[in-house]
């Protein structure tokens, strides 16, 4: 069963990313604020529910919430600064847009730097664990998502509507046969080719 809350005093916002570990999009973040007692069966990390469940768990938390907002960072910010510090920057960018500022942030995971003086707390499985992080791993998986089936539209022989993205067999040959678009991460391993370079 989620817990509520790491600490019972003051306003705490859960924080998660999607998308980290694709080949192509940019990644995803989202911060949410839940209101005390709020609890929904279906409430949980966003990779044990079906797509299903998380499309309508999206509008319910959007709903209920107190605060939502998503974020993210784009794939030329990704290949500048790295995977890490762009999943925390587009975490940054969540909180950025609250309107109920937290007085404690919850982090998946295990990096976070710090923001605005606010304290923060990383939390290894913490999307399975505390009910706003769970909530944030939802909206950010479901946003990012839409965002790949747009995606997807113009660019149909990578089947981002299928991988989202993630580096699939099909992703790999038809990046091998198509090659690259401007949305994917360049400083990612993407081809054979890249691993046969020289050092």
Known sequence: ????????????A???????????????????V?????NHPWLNDSKKL????REFMRSEIERNALAWAVA???????????????SILAMHRALDKLVLAPDRILVD?????????ISHVCLIRGDATYKSIAAASILAKVHRDAYMLRLH???QHYLWHKNKGYPTLEHRKAIEN????????????????QLSLPL
Do not use: W
């Open 1 to 12: 069963m989620l817990k509520e809350c790491y600490c019972t005093e003051g306003v705490e």
């Open 14 to 32: 859960g924080c998660d990313e999607a998308g980290r570990g694709c080949l192509a999009g940019a990644v995803y973040a989202a911060a949410v």
């Open 34 to 38: 839940l209101p005390k007692g709020y």
């Open 50 to 53: 079906s797509p299903l469940r």
């Open 72 to 86: 993210f960072a784009e794939p030329d910010e990704i290949d500048e600064i790295n995977i890490l510090r762009a």
């Open 109 to 117: 995971g295990n990096r976070f730097y710090p923001y605005k003086g």
């Open 153 to 155: 539209q113009a660019n």
């Open 178 to 193: 198509y090659g690259i678009t401007q949305y994917h991460r360049k400083s990612f391993l993407l081809s054979k080719r």
